[in-house]
């Protein structure tokens, strides 16, 4: 009996190590939502990949415009030199030639590393790398020679777009152009331009009001209006062979040309004396009769798919923005706030409607969730704020503002960030429109 | 006597004396450039703006005391200029503040620990949790917990405390969380399962469900990773927390 109670004991302290002495507890938590929507990038020093003299302009030039564009997304909080362990010299340009601990270390999540090699007289080749610096993966790494100044821009535009489109999914940002009314010595031409500001060219020279530029969707054509002495006429530019057309249309005036995706022009003209939308063939002469209303009927915008028509009536007394199903030619009603709602352009991705509300502070830009039947003011002023654009990745928005006295071009997101200006030169800037074919 | 000194030599082999009331620190170690003899390139991007404090001079000597971590405030008043901007600015070496007689190393400490004191940041492991302290951070969350309502999907048992220390491990990991709201349109959401210790130090971390796109899980990661330490649990048998990250605010 001794030795079983002995046994026992001795068998139980043996395995008592093994047996759990208390059960564990597990608690669970949700957490809703990122602290911070921004994450943290940081440009380290250019570095010479070979003995050379002293950095070329080229490189210099490569730095300057990455900061730049960075600078436009929202999303990114640039850091300073000083924010980083060690600074920001680094020992190599390729993931194995780089400590990612001390620039996780200072939070830093992205860093990008500039390296350049300076190939014969007139010729830089550049390698761009962009590192995530938890994992130390690379996320983008492109090379590219630049042998002319205006190559600088292309080759670091080309870069980020990629580097967005591995960060969201989009890249249209920097692969598109926008065309906006410009005013000089009492005149308002069109003009280009990239979304940062870059390539400016000026389209018309009429000396006279040349007014709501409009893309086509192949990013081909541009149609405006220009305002005549006597009536308006509807001019169309093509990119191809740089050739502006003047077209005369039945009525008087002539207001917010758009294209349709399938080519179609639509636009609001008085033909029996109140301005409704009518579509044009591709002769553009008028073909049918889209909206036709006691009221005014203007500002036709399209998705990308074409089903879905927004435009601005005041079929109920004060212009309201409306939208028109194609296919079973509905009209559903989009705004029910304020009495002033105009200006309307609908995503192409056709979620998001952006338009122009006047408020007692002034015009505020809106936009419309279709898909939530929600709408949230996505710009605060102060002063006017009009004419919103759509960019192709449906995020962001380019508009009009006298803020600051007069009026420029402002970019702002669908989530209502920070707004940043676009520089556009001498002169007023009103009536942006978005090349909705990237690359082009 | 001299049985046990000969037992227990004081300095036998490479055994050291460890004073287990002293406070540990861990510390990271992390590699620096070396310094480069010619000047390849020039120092383009070096354009920082000058810091706006003239207490230089203290800095340098407080320098080997505090870990170089960015404190949030000085970054959030920093402004995103562009390097070429400040290139002029930035030659001119600083100056000192004053032409006064160097100080005393007692003035120079007393003044290194004033500094400390003024910048350390609430969540230092070191400090002790004071019941005052201790009673703030249950009272702040106690109301946060009242207005989000019984119907709280943060606490998952009835215990208050439960409640109250889920919210504390929640603000914290969430601060550290960075990941760009640019899609609202696609929700994200990955599952985590955290060991922790009684000190509430973070020892694994397991992804259980993954959100399907590895920039986020590698975000909730991250998050993880630079929060290291969380709240002493309120019960020494709490060791796993299992956390659901969403990409959308509530």
Not at chain 1, 118 to 135: D, I, K
Not at chain 1, 273 to 279: A, K, L, T, V
Not at chain 2, 54 to 83: F, H, M, N, S, Y
Not at chain 2, 144 to 150: A, E, I, L, N, W
Request: charged share 25%; net charge positive; proline share 8%.
């Amino acid at each position: 009996m001794k030795k079983i109670i002995f046994f026992l004991c001795t068998t139980i302290l043996a395995l008592s190590p093994f047996l759990p002495a208390q059960a564990q507890e597990a608690m669970h938590i949700n957490i809703y939502g990122p602290g911070q929507k921004k994450i943290n990038l940081l440009v380290s020093q250019a570095l010479a990949l070979q003995e050379s003299g002293p950095a070329p302009d080229e490189v210099r030039d490569v730095e300057q415009t990455l900061y730049k564009n960075m600078e436009f997304l929202p999303f990114i909080n640039i850091m300073q030199p000083e924010d980083i362990l060690g600074g920001t010299e680094l020992d190599g340009v390729t993931g194995k030639d780089i400590d990612f601990k001390r620039f996780a270390l200072s939070r830093a999540d992205l860093l990008l590393t500039l390296g350049w090699v300076q190939e014969g007289a007139g010729s830089v080749r550049v390698e761009l790398r962009a590192f995530e610096t938890f994992s130390g993966k690379l996320l983008v790494g492109r090379g590219y020679v630049i042998t002319k100044p205006y190559q600088t821009v292309e080759a670091v535009n080309r870069f980020c777009a990629e580097l967005m489109q591995k960060l969201t999914g989009r890249n249209g940002f920097f692969r598109s152009t926008l065309a906006f009314v410009r005013k000089n010595d009492g005149h308002k031409e069109i003009w280009t331009s990239t979304p940062q500001g870059r390539s400016l060219k000026q389209i018309t020279d009429f000396k006279q009001y040349c007014l709501s530029p409009a893309w086509n969707w192949k990013g081909t054509m541009l149609a405006g209006t220009l305002v005549g002495d006597k009536k308006h006429e509807l001019i169309i530019w093509s990119k191809k062979d740089k050739r502006l057309r003047r077209i005369q249309l039945a009525g008087n005036t002539i207001i917010s040309p758009a294209f349709h995706p399938d080519g179609r022009l639509f636009i609001s003209i008085d033909r029996y004396g109140n301005p409704d939308i009518y579509s044009l063939n591709a002769e553009f002469e008028v073909e049918q009769t889209e909206v036709k209303n006691w009221a005014i009927d203007i500002s036709p915008q399209f998705d990308r798919k074409g089903e879905n028509m927004v435009f601005v009536s005041s079929r109920l007394g004060n212009p309201h923005i409306f939208l028109l199903d194609l296919r079973t030619r509905k009209v559903k009603r989009i705004s029910y706030e304020g009495k002033y709602n105009t200006n309307p352009d609908i995503s192409p991705d056709g979620r998001y409607i952006a338009y122009s509300r006047r408020t007692p502070d002034g015009h505020r830009i809106i936009v419309h969730d279709l898909k939530t039947n929600t709408e949230r003011q996505v710009t605060h002023g102060p002063g006017n704020d009009e004419d919103p654009a759509w960019g192709p990745d449906s995020y962001f928005l380019a508009f009009s503002s006298n803020r600051t006295g007069e009026y420029r071009i402002y970019l702002a997101t669908r989530q209502g960030d920070e707004t940043k200006m676009i520089p556009t030169g001498p002169g007023e800037a009103t009536a942006p429109s978005w090349n909705p074919a990237v690359g082009r | 006597m001299i049985l046990v000194f000969s037992l227990y030599p004081p300095f036998q082999g490479s055994r050291s004396f460890i004073d287990l009331d002293k406070p540990v620190y861990e510390v990271e170690l992390v590699n620096f450039p070396q310094k480069k003899p010619t000047s390849k390139a020039e120092k383009i991007p070096a354009k920082a703006p000058e810091k706006p404090k003239a207490d230089t001079g203290l800095k340098k000597q407080v320098q080997p005391r505090i870990p170089k971590a960015p404190p949030p405030v000085e970054i959030a008043q920093k402004k995103k200029k562009q390097p070429a901007a400040l290139k002029k600015k930035e030659d001119k070496p600083r100056k000192a503040p004053s032409t006064q007689a160097p100080p005393t190393p007692e003035k120079v400490l007393a003044s290194a620990m004033a500094d400390i004191e003024k910048n350390a940041q609430p969540e230092k492991r070191e400090e002790p949790e004071t019941p005052d302290y201790l009673a703030q951070a249950l009272s702040d969350i106690k109301q946060d917990v009242k207005q989000r309502g019984p119907e709280n999907p943060g606490s998952s048992g009835t215990s208050t405390r439960e409640s109250l220390y889920g919210g504390l491990v929640e603000a914290r990991i969430k601060e550290n969380w960075r990941f760009p709201g640019i899609d609202d349109t696609t929700p994200l959401s990955a599952k985590v399962e955290l060991r922790i210790n009684s000190e509430g130090k973070i020892l694994e971390t397991t992804i259980l469900d993954s959100s399907g796109r590895p920039d986020f899980d590698r975000s909730v990661k991250k998050a993880i990773a630079e929060t290291r330490i969380l709240p002493r649990p309120y019960n020494q048998r709490l060791q796993k927390i299992v956390i659901s990250f969403h990409s959308q605010e509530l």
